[in-house]
């Protein structure tokens, strides 16, 4: 089969094309595991932290990839949870304990970085850790949903917001757009206020029903009662926090944060950003509940996702694009354009 394969880590200032398309063995589904005949793979920041070496791998060469969209093509002895020709997607936990609090376990395995992903034609998975999609969406539009849609939900839901309560967003790529849908149609008399460091985004945000948008630094019509940061930066922490209403609560969807502006964290003042009660909580990985209750409320929405859409073996183009910013919606590879 085809696949985009790394092979070493580094930055993409140094190594512009990290991922090599290569033939590589089809892999055979185990006990308990589906074989999957890839359609799309969604292309997320979290790749980005893999190639670079902020959330390495632990062994290379790998297979990135965890936004995948494919077809049961066979069964490894005793899975039968879905038919052959089945659609199924799979996210960023590839397998677990099963347990409640499964996705901070010493068992995760993250798909793509701990096994092979999708950025490939084949990939297995086992059959508890996929999940089947909504006929409202097709492949491209329901790759996203399986990390960024997926881990949004989480996010919004460990803001604890209520009705009628203010939401800020910043930053609004993959995640953000969705999350804007979201809590509109969970809490539809919240305000949401989104800070963008683009006009573009900041435009984006206002045509999918944004109520404010302005810069990271800029002062929203109202503080809000809870902020998702889905940077990969921490110049919109710092600036979230102090806007946000004192006892309100800061969410942080992100696996890493980089180092550019880690220097920017000395500035941070008790009395301006952290007094009052304010509280910081971070998003580690996603469940496979989670993915169980969001997908049939993202049909129900019906979610409108963004994307833009690559072959496999741009991957490499994908990424670097992901990496400038200004980015309006997903993107996602399309395997066997």
């Keep these: 089969m085809r696949a985009m394969v ?24 185990g006990p308990g595991e589906i074989l999957l005949e890839v359609a799309v793979c969604g292309v997320c ?45 799979v996210g960023w936990i590839h397998s677990s304990d099963g347990t409640a609090t499964e996705n901070i376990s010493v068992e995760f ?6 096994v092979n992903g ?12 996929a999940c089947p999609i909504p006929v409202a969406f097709d492949d491209v539009e329901a790759a996203p949903l399986m990390c960024a ?10 803001t604890g917001l209520q009705n009628g309560q203010v939401l800020g967003l910043t930053g609004f790529g993959g995640s953000g757009h ?17 800070f963008a460091r683009s006009e573009g985004e900041r435009q984006f945000a206002v045509e999918l029903g944004a109520d404010w948008s302005g810069d990271t630094e800029d002062q929203p019509p109202q503080a809000p009662d809870a902020i998702i940061d889905t940077t990969p930066a921490w110049r919109p922490v710092i600036a979230a926090l102090a806007v946000l209403r004192p006892g309100g609560r800061l969410v942080i969807n992100a ?9 920017l964290l000395a500035g941070i003042r008790y009395e301006d950003h952290l007094w009052l009660e304010k509280e910081v909580k971070t998003v580690a990985n996603v469940t496979r509940n989670d993915l169980a209750e969001f997908l049939p ?12 859409t690559y072959p496999l073996a741009a991957a490499n183009e994908a990424l670097m694009d992901l990496r400038r910013g200004d980015i309006r919606g997903s993107k996602v590879l399309k395997i066997n354009s």
Excluded: W
Aim: glycine share 10%; aromatic share 4%; net charge negative.
């Design 109 to 114: 395995r993250a798909t793509g970085r701990d």
């Design 45 to 89: 920041h979290t790749e980005l932290d893999e190639i670079e070496g902020r959330t390495p791998p632990p062994v290379l060469p790998i297979i990135p990839g965890h936004e995948v969209i494919g077809h049961v093509v066979a069964h490894g002895a005793r899975a039968g949870r879905f038919q052959i020709g089945e659609r199924v997607g």
């Design 297 to 308: 409320i993202a049909a129900a929405v019906p979610l409108h996702v963004a994307t833009e």
């Design 149 to 158: 849609g997926a881990v949004g939900y989480r996010s919004l839901k460990l």
């Design 178 to 194: 969705l999350v804007l849908q979201l809590a509109k149609h969970l809490c539809p008399e919240s305000p949401v206020f989104v």
């Design 6 to 29: 790394l092979r070493s880590t580094a930055s993409l200032d140094v190594n512009p094309t990290p991922l090599q398309l290569t033939q590589v063995e089809d892999p055979s589904p």
């Design 118 to 129: 999708g950025y490939a034609e084949l990939m297995t998975v086992p059959e508890g850790y």
């Design 255 to 263: 696996i890493r944060k980089e180092d550019r502006d880690r220097g």
